[in-house]
């Protein structure tokens, strides 16, 4: 992994690398493609989740009683951004069966490319959980940073975000907003161009996992 500034860490599994790429490709359609992104969602999900607190309990084995470790606490709360943040849930479900889920739903305005808030439900309390925010793409950095001051406002403290795929523009912003949130990216790109679109990308993360245009 390299660390980008502190708490921004960019991914080099090349098990990750090779999924990117098959994401970046026109050519991928919606089935493959959405079952990559919940495959990511597991890889970068796991990784994130490594610093997890866990307590020892008294368990019997077969063989001998002996303590073991399970995960504290009041576990997890996963929050994806809509609509694309919610392909990269069942991956991480799938390490965290138990874990609640969150929404809050963002869309970016087309001419401006500012963020608007629809929708927020968050598990309660959400104070004292591990918060996992998911988004695939992070471009300007606008719908990310509003999605975490929601959290923030509604109490959020241990909050991580991963994304696939970032623009160096926007990564800069969301560290100068969120300096204490831990930020996971699988590939940070070029640049954006001038809608706002990550280059080289993957195109409009939303629409290929969900067959719309
Ligand atoms: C996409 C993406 C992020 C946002 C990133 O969502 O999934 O949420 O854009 O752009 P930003 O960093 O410039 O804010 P979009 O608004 O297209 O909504 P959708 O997921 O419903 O397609
Ligand atoms: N949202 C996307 O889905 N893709 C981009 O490149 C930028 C924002």
Known sequence: MNKLFDNVYEFTHPLIQHKITILRDKNTGTNEFRKVVEELGMLMGFEALADLETVDIEIETPIESCKSPVIAGRKLAI?????????LVPGI??????AKVGHIGMYRDEETHEPHEYFCKLPDPISERVILVTDPMLATGGSAIDAINLIKKRGGK???????????EGVKKF???????????GHLDRELNKAAYICPGLGDAGDRIFGTK
Request: glycine share 6%; aromatic share 2%.
């Open 93 to 98: 479900l799938s390490l965290t069966p138990s």
């Open 158 to 168: 241990r909050i991580k975000m991963i994304c696939i795929i970032a623009a160096p």
């Open 175 to 185: 560290h100068e907003a969120h300096p204490d949130v831990e930020l996971y990216i």
């Open 79 to 87: 929050v994806p951004i809509l609509r694309a943040g919610l392909g």
